[in-house]
């Protein structure tokens, strides 16, 4: 009997310190976050202790240098952590990529020196909490079509415009936010909360990434500083490159969701009788089991060369795009296959099932809807855009 979830010993490539990340994180996430994680989903409430203790875990920017807080890790460590995240919930996840990949990688890669020494190091230790606005209540796979605006005032910039479904918006300290300039140019802007004319109304009632906050960014005549701007990017591309690492991290975060209901289900399989046999007994239920090792087991070879790739500063954007689109299907799929597997008992919160399920149809949307990904993909084989 195979009890392994690393069929093809993907360990083997990992370093001793991923080996240890791995482990601190996993031992964190079950001690600290895993034990309410059901009831916070079942109240739908956003934990806020939980931001100071991820940010004393190094969870917030692995990838950024030392000197600004963050961790100095490569890329297969990141993927490691948000894997780590999501085998308990993907609205745990969420909050580390905003985090890491939309908030401080643009700080990082397109801020100046004052902006990274002012944010970067609170964003690292959790003192402070990110949100990224890109999304529109009209504009969302086509974020080129975005309408938030600013004009130049001298000093300062005026920005006026809304955004719709950003993650931790209501209790984020800073938005980056991306508007056009008055020749329709997108940048970055950092706001700061209780910035006059700002608001980050809550969206309620959600089905899915309950242990998530989620709002929208409103500006209303908000006067910026001038120094808020990030000066070292502008055009979509901007956003784009934040999208490609947090694309990158949700590859890795969905193989942790697949496993945990992989997992669940050989459990139940193995334990439930019914006609006089395990379930596990059933051909049926081991055609489910050995698929979904067979495709957790090809998406963890995906997540690992593009990691590799990312350290090597290679990794393309259709490669990204085709991992974050086969993991998260390939996630969403299993939940659906495991749920079954545990009949009634997989609609109850005892097992971690149906969060899941509920959970990924959020990830299957946002950072790209599954057809937008496809669509990248189209173009990349074929060189010509589909999209309009
Ligand atoms: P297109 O003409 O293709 O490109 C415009 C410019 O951008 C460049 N570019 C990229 N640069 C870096 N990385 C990428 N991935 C890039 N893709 C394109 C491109 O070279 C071009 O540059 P330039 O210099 O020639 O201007 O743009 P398009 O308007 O046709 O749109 C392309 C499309 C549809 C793929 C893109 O708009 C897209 O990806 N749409 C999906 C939108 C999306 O993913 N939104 C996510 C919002 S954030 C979010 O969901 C956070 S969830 C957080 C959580 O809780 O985890
Ligand atoms: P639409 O763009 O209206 O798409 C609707 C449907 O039409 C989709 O199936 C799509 O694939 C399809 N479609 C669109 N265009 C085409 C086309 N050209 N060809 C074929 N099919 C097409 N955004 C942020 O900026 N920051 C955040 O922090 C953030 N967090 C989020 C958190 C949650 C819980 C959710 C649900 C969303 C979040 N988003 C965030 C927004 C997310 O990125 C968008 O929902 C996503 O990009 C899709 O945009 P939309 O919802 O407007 O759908």
Request: glycine share 8%; with cysteine.
């Amino acid at each position: 009997m195979n009890q392994t979830t690393d069929f093809y010993d993907i360990d083997a490539f990992l370093s001793e310190e991923q080996k240890l990340i791995r482990a601190s994180i996993r031992d964190f996430v079950s001690k600290e976050i895993e034990p309410t994680i059901e009831k916070q989903a079942q109240a739908s409430v956003f934990n806020v202790d939980w931001v100071k203790k991820m940010g004393e875990m190094g969870i917030f920017g692995p990838t950024i240098p030392q000197i600004y807080g963050g961790g100095g890790l490569d890329y297969i460590s990141y993927g490691i952590i948000m894997q780590e995240l999501e085998h308990c919930d993907s609205g745990i996840r969420s909050v580390a990529s905003v985090q890491n990949s939309l908030v401080m990688y643009p700080i990082y890669t397109f801020g100046d020196e004052i902006q990274r020494n002012k944010y970067l190091p609170k964003l690292a230790s959790g003192a402070f909490l990110g949100c990224f606005g890109l999304t529109e209540p009209n504009h969302g796979s086509d974020p080129n079509s975005m309408i938030t605006h600013f004009e130049d005032k001298g000093d300062y910039v005026l920005l006026n415009g809304s955004k719709m479904w950003i993650s931790n918006s209501p209790i984020a300290d800073i938005a980056v936010v991306w508007a056009k300039d008055e020749q329709k140019r997108i940048h970055g802007l950092i706001i700061e909360k209780g910035m006059e004319g700002f608001s980050a109304p809550e969206i309620k009632n959600k089905w899915s990434l309950r242990t998530s906050i989620t709002g929208e960014l409103v500006f209303e005549n908000v006067k910026v500083p001038k120094a808020n701007i990030l000066p070292n990017k502008s055009g979509l591309g901007a956003p784009l490159m934040c999208l490609d690492s947090a694309r990158y991290g949700i590859s890795w975060g969905a193989i942790g969701t697949a496993i945990a209901c992989y997992e669940t289900a050989r459990d139940y399989s193995l334990q439930r009788h019914q006609f006089g046999k395990p379930i596990a007994a059933f051909q049926l239920t081991q055609k489910k089991l050995a698929e979904m090792l067979t495709e957790i087991t090809k998406a963890q070879l995906l997540a690992w060369r593009l990691g590799m790739l990312m350290n090597e500063k290679k990794a393309t954007s259709a490669q990204i795009s085709m991992a974050k689109r086969n993991n998260v299907a390939m996630a969403i799929q299993i939940a659906r296959e495991a749920r079954q597997i545990l009949g009634g008992m997989g609609i109850v919160g005892d097992f971690p099932i149906m969060r899941h399920l509920m959970n990924l149809e959020s990830v299957i949307t946002y950072e790209g809807t599954h057809d937008i990904h496809l669509l990248i993909l189209g173009k990349e084989i074929t060189g010509i855009q589909a999209f309009s």
